[in-house]
């Protein structure tokens, strides 16, 4: 329809840890993180972006959330953001009690090449604590009996094969700390992809999850998860200024 769906304001009790950014300023240091990732820049965008004052409009080409406040438009990159998200969340779950896990009906098998099988048994201990409760099979076969399901979309067997494939390639192995390699690594291949869908519920959960991070205008990366828009900007482009 014609009409815009509101973000609504979230209670004080549902609110807690969701802040407010200022995207032209540089993100706080935070120790946990990577600190030789360059930080992507927000030209432009210096003012403030508040969660409350969101009003959600839609999703572009499956792969950009729209949304407006009084200052513009605002575009999130859905994979950049779950990403984040799930960095954090995994992080946090790594250093604790680990992820939960369901376990499968039917267990899947895995055929894995030997630098992947040495992987797979250097660190079995933290694909464990995310959630994959993996056994071997015999010869280059393992069998996967739990897995995490970080969200209703989740590939868990084509996350394990790329997580697994990753780790033998030496994927971020540059990241001095296990965990949060292992974190990286897992949420750029669990988060929701570019292309997706999302339902109307989906882009609300994702941008309130995503203010309640600690560094929301970046993914693990350090590209950009907000671009903004300023109203300034749209009329200059359409002859109004």
Known sequence: GDAAVSVPDVPASARDGVTDWVLAEAPPAISELAPALPLASAEGAASRLRFADLRLLGQLLGTYLLAEDKRGLVLIDQHAAHERVLYEEVLDQLRGAGAPSQRLLLPL?????????????????????????????????????????????FDAEACLRDLVSDLAGGRFAGWANRFERFAATYACRAAVKAGTVLHESEMRELLHRLFATALPPHDVHGRSTIVQLPREELERRFGRR
């Open 109 to 153: 098998t895995l055929d894995l090449n030997d630098e992947e099988l040495d992987q797979l048994a250097a660190h079995g201990d933290v694909l464990e604590r995310l959630g994959f409760e993996v056994a071997p099979f015999g010869g280059r076969t393992v069998v996967v009996h739990a897995v995490p399901s970080p969200h209703p979309r």
